[in-house]
């Protein structure tokens, strides 16, 4: 009895203690524990405090039901650890993974977007997750009631239906579903599942493992500690490891695993647009330790390489090289990806003009409004300096570089175009939704009667049932910018790649339709014929839980004569790509090849 009093007093003091220092009233949760659906209303703010123990990784859920809301991590002083608000609107999860140096009380912060077009009032809950010692195992009747409600949900969305027959789906969809067996955990069923996204080849749709395993593989999980480069489909290591000699080698083998067999598991569980190859590589390379922890081993203690040296073809082993925990992982990855050039974009846009050589280079790293001061208008402002810095310069060569764009918010990529071109253009053939309403949304965040009053209406305010059966965009919903005065008319380059996908992609599908610039690089990740985004649809599966999204709007290009296979992406008209030695050394070999050109007018 006094021990569960003195552990009781310490607890209280804790609370006390967090909520003195933060300044506000406190809701204590529990770990483990989905909270009730909670009300909150525009410019309120709830605050929650929960104990978290040192090195074990947490995830934190709150599930939006109707309201945008950001959240924030904050620690037992009211500092702020993280703060999130992911671009899925007023349905879907916003979530923060996290792991504490030390045991201690840590707080959680909800409050709602104050925008206009946000709800004034909406429900919403939260849940901390640790991790589990081990997985649970699932029944079979469960796995395959699983596995039938995605099928059919992606039938009834008509994902997978673009750039496959029924029966060609249908036929794929038999073949994993056959692998099930009774008592697989959650990974398990990941892995027979995760083929039939990818075979949709719909590059927007995705599943993630369960929460369950997600913890799992975070506390238990061993990692690979290389970072990779895939080239003309040979997997290069990117640093070097302790007194291990890496960098630039290319491996051969994984602890027995030939690269071959483990490229080809990871392309059958990477979507794509279409046929496309390119954002697959690229996608890969940063999930590399991810995708081998999920697919071969859980927990390997150390790994074997059998390399190769691409200058001598000489093969080298190294053996027994320590795996990495998560936390180590992490800070593995931020520490060597500084030593990276351009591995990652520090900005999401910047303009460099070089007056000697009348050379304007333009870099769009991504439409994303988040990633912009002041949103939308903020990437409009930098667009109006820098063409109106081109203009007053009179800039003969314009380089556009949006190798790094994956896409962002709609209509991002015509205000770029309106400095292109001197008159509007048609930009889709049309938009199309499959219908109004579906029968999965029982396990997606449209469960109850108002929410799926309100999925309606945001559909209806965009599309209409036509004569002929089909759910299309309204006329003029989805047009073209209006050109700017000032737009550019000199000599136009553009740099793409694999990683140029979404919005990004249709930018280059665009400037290749209604403008003479030349294209460097390599084949664009996102189709040149259009994709299906816009509107997503997140799901759970009720007995695996696995989670999702579903894309809703296809999006189909008004192209033009110009060769493209369908199913892919736009093609470079100089197909450039670095050598390993090159990247390494910074070297932008298709920066440089397009430079060269301008050289040589």
């Given at each position: 009895m006094k021990k569960y009093s003195f552990i009781t007093l310490i607890i209280l003091f804790f609370s006390l203690t967090v909520q003195a220092q933060a300044g506000q009233h406190l809701i204590p949760i529990k770990i483990d524990r989905t909270t009730t659906d909670l009300n909150i209303k525009q410019g309120e703010e709830t605050s929650f405090s929960f104990q978290l123990k040192k090195d074990f990784y947490y995830s934190i859920t709150v599930e939006q039901k109707g309201i945008d809301v950001t959240i924030a991590l904050k620690d037992h002083h009211g500092k702020t650890i993280q703060e999130v608000d992911s671009p899925n609107g007023r349905f879907g999860s916003e979530k923060i993974v996290f792991s504490p140096d030390s045991t201690n009380y840590f707080i959680l912060t909800v409050k709602p977007l104050s925008e206009s077009t946000n709800s004034k009032e909406g429900l919403y809950s939260v849940v901390v997750q640790s991790p589990p010692k081990k997985l649970k195992n699932i029944s079979y009747k469960a796995l395959q009631q699983d596995f039938d409600i995605l099928k059919n949900a992606f039938i009834e969305t008509h994902i997978g239906l673009w750039y496959n027959t029924y029966t060609q789906f249908d036929s794929l969809c038999n073949v994993q579903k056959s692998k099930i067996k009774d008592q697989m955990n959650a990974l398990d069923f990941y892995q027979i599942i995760a083929p039939v996204v990818t075979y949709t080849k719909e590059g927007h749709c995705a599943i993630q493992t369960s929460e369950e395993t997600s913890n799992y593989i975070r506390q238990h999980g061993q990692y690979f500690p290389f970072l990779v480069k895939?080239?003309?489909?040979?997997?290069?290591?990117?640093?070097?490891?302790?007194?291990?000699?890496?960098?630039?080698?290319?491996?051969?083998?994984?602890?027995?695993?030939?690269?071959?067999?483990?490229?080809?598991?990871?392309?059958?569980?990477?979507p794509a647009d279409g046929y496309n190859m390119t954002s697959k590589y690229r996608w890969i390379e940063t999930a590399f330790s991810k995708y081998y922890l999920r697919f071969f081993e859980q927990q390997p203690i150390a790994f074997d390489l059998e390399l190769v040296n691409p200058k001598t073809g000489e093969k080298i082993n190294y053996n027994q090289i320590p795996a990495l925990t998560f936390k180590q992982y992490g800070k593995f990855v931020a520490k060597e990806t500084k030593f990276i050039p351009n591995y990652n974009f520090k900005e999401p846009a910047a303009l460099k003009i070089d007056t000697l050589n009348s050379i304007a280079t333009l870099t769009v790293n991504t439409f994303s409004t988040n990633s912009y001061p002041g949103g939308r208008k903020g990437f409009k402002e930098f667009l109006a300096k820098s063409f109106q810095n081109i203009a007053d310069r009179k800039i003969k060569h314009l380089i556009i570089d949006i190798r790094k764009n994956e896409g962002g918010a709609q209509a991002m990529e015509d205000h770029l175009m309106s400095y292109l071109v001197g008159q509007e253009y048609p930009k889709y053939k049309y938009a199309e939704i499959p219908s109004f309403t579906y029968s999965f949304l029982d396990y997606t965040a449209y469960r109850d009667k108002k929410s799926r009053d309100d999925f309606e209406k945001e559909l209806k305010a965009e599309f209409y049932h036509s004569t002929d059966g089909r759910f299309l965009d309204l006329p003029g919903k989805y047009k073209s910018d209006t050109p700017q005065t000032n737009y550019f008319k000199g000599n136009l380059y553009i740099l793409i790649s694999g990683l140029s996908f979404s919005g990004g992609s249709e930018f280059a599908?665009?400037?290749?339709?209604?403008?003479?610039?030349?294209?460097?690089?390599?084949?664009?990740?996102g189709g040149y014929y259009g994709?299906?985004?816009?509107?997503?649809?997140?799901?759970?599966?009720?007995?695996?839980?696995?989670?999702?999204?579903?894309?809703?709007?296809?999006?189909?290009?008004?192209?033009?004569?110009?060769?493209?296979?369908?199913?892919?992406?736009?093609?470079?008209?100089?197909?450039?790509?670095?050598?390993?030695?090159?990247?390494?050394?910074?070297?932008?070999?298709?920066?440089?090849?397009?430079?060269?050109?301008?050289?040589?007018?």
């Open positions: 895939i080239l003309d489909k040979k997997v290069y290591i990117l640093n070097d490891l302790d007194h291990y000699k890496t960098k630039g080698m290319s491996i051969s083998k994984i602890n027995g695993n030939s690269i071959e067999s483990i490229l080809e598991k990871f392309l059958t569980i990477e599908a665009l400037a290749k339709n209604y403008t003479s610039a030349r294209f460097i690089g390599e084949e664009t990740g994709n299906t985004s816009g509107f997503f649809i997140n799901y759970t599966l009720p007995n695996s839980k696995l989670t999702g999204r579903i894309p809703l709007i296809k999006f189909v290009i008004e192209e033009k004569q110009n060769s493209i296979p369908f199913g892919h992406g736009l093609m470079p008209d100089d197909e450039v790509q670095p050598k390993i030695e090159e990247y390494l050394s910074g070297y932008d070999a298709e920066m440089e090849h397009v430079k060269t050109i301008i050289k040589n007018k």
